[in-house]
């Protein structure tokens, strides 16, 4: 039986941790600690919410609407960081699994990051992805749910160290990024079912999200 992407994340995070340096953990962590004490996951959008419509481009540039996918029924929308993320990674992936159980409950399954076009058709060739990967410019969609977030400068030089160059990936020098977040919206637009956590590193499960859809 293959392991849940709870287990998954979690083997990578012990794995990842071993070979980082004590002095990067302790800003990692740290930056952790300090986003989930803003409490930004308890005043994002959630259960009951109206979702605020989306106009995004894929990653062939062509754009997509929130309300149009609404029009035929419920929708699973990942919000993640980005493909240099090998945590949203393999979310991804995990999704791309239970796709199949998810067009058979009825939904339609999209991700939105901050990348550009360009990065989130590197991010679905290289995960070969069958379901949308829209690029939220600026967070502009990401902000409308309240899930962007300031990367904190000592967290910024850690990322610049591992050779990430979120500038590049973005196409703009905020440093924003969204707390990763899935949400599954019932087709009158409001969310039935939310995901979202502080910590990077924890994902919803698919067949949470899976359950979630059965039970609209």
């Known amino acids: 039986m293959a392991n849940s992407l ?4 979690r083997q990578q995070n012990e794995a990842s941790r071993e070979r980082l340096a004590p002095d990067t953990l302790e800003v990692m962590d740290r930056a952790v600690c300090d986003l989930a004490a803003s409490g ?4 994002s959008l959630g259960v009951g919410s109206k979702v605020p419509d989306l106009s995004l481009p894929d990653a062939t540039g062509t754009k997509v609407s929130l309300s149009s996918l609404l029009a035929d029924g419920p929708v699973v929308l990942a919000f993640y960081r980005g493909g240099w993320c090998p945590y ?6 995990a999704l791309q699994a239970k796709l199949p159980e998810i067009t058979a409950a009825g939904g339609k399954l999209v991700a939105v990051s901050p990348q550009t076009p360009d990065n989130s058709l590197s991010t679905s060739e290289k995960l070969g992805l069958a379901f ?3 690029s939220d410019e600026g967070n502009r969609a990401a902000e409308s749910f309240g899930l962007v977030f300031s990367l904190p400068e000592a967290l ?3 990322y610049a160290g591992f050779g990430l160059d979120l500038p590049a990936a973005n196409g703009d020098d905020t440093f924003t990024l969204p707390v990763p977040a899935t949400y599954v919206v019932a087709s009158d637009g409001t969310v039935a079912w939310r995901f979202a956590d502080a910590d990077y590193t924890k994902r919803a499960e698919p067949d949470d999200v899976v359950a979630a859809l059965r039970a609209l």
């Open 6 to 9: 709870s287990d998954q994340l």
């Open 40 to 43: 930004i996951v308890e005043s």
């Open 88 to 93: 949203c990674s393999t979310e991804l992936r």
């Open 132 to 134: 949308p990967v829209l």
């Open 156 to 158: 910024r030089s850690v």
